[in-house]
């Protein structure tokens, strides 16, 4: 995953980190539980960066991969109505939606890197990467529906929730500050008060 805005310029590091695989695919490993879980456990580091990649960049002007247009133009052209703010896990799972996803998937094996390897999805876009919210998928269905979702304006209340959070913490730490400073204000305002009533004694 590229990771970029508009103007192509890399986020940040630990963002354009994206750019490799999410994860690695969990068949590869067998059955061991140890191998399974740090694999399971790479996938979730993955998510939780491009999920902070979603609320600090507005996603509409993210690129991800450097053939962002050629997976939207497919992905739409062949679920046209597939409903991807609140997806559906049969619209993924079941037999006849992965008859349906594997051609196109298998069109860009040898254009996306690692194209079927094992990513985590959330099912609501505008909620965040919990264990009810996530299924696996492969790595360029994960690419299709996430570029939909930020071309389409969907995963912009992810983005609109974390700003409007950001505003709040700004407001209140301002709010403190004009509090703290009042009170030494008014703390002054009583040393002057003090040393005038002083001068006052000290004159009579």
């Known amino acids: 995953m590229e990771a970029t805005s508009a103007s192509d310029k890399p986020v ?14 969990a068949e590869s490993y067998g059955n061991d539980p140890d191998i ?9 580091q993955h998510a939780e960066v491009y999920y902070k990649l979603i609320s600090s960049v507005d996603p509409q002007f993210l690129k991800l991969t450097k053939v962002d247009d050629q997976i939207y133009f497919e992905f739409r052209e062949n679920f046209e109505k597939l409903r991807i703010d609140v997806l559906d896990p049969e619209e993924l799972k079941s037999e006849s939606a992965k008859e349906k996803w594997r051609p196109f998937c298998l069109k860009f094996d040898g254009i996306i890197e690692d194209f079927n390897y094992g990513t985590l999805l959330r099912l609501d876009c505008s909620q965040g990467y919990t ?14 529906i996430e570029i939909a979702r930020n071309r389409e304006g969907y995963n912009k209340a992810v983005y609109t929730s974390a700003q409007d959070k950001e505003g709040e913490k700004r407001a209140d730490k301002g709010g403190e500050k004009a509090k703290s400073g009042g009170e030494r204000g008014a703390d002054k305002g009583g040393e002057t008060e003090k040393k005038a009533n002083k001068g006052n004694i000290t004159a009579m």
């Open 36 to 44: 399974e879980m740090a694999w399971a456990m790479r996938a979730m």
């Open 12 to 25: 940040c590091g630990e963002l354009v980190s994206v750019a490799h695989a999410l994860s690695l695919p």
């Open 131 to 144: 264990e009810e919210n996530t299924i696996f998928a492969p790595r360029v269905q994960f690419f299709a």
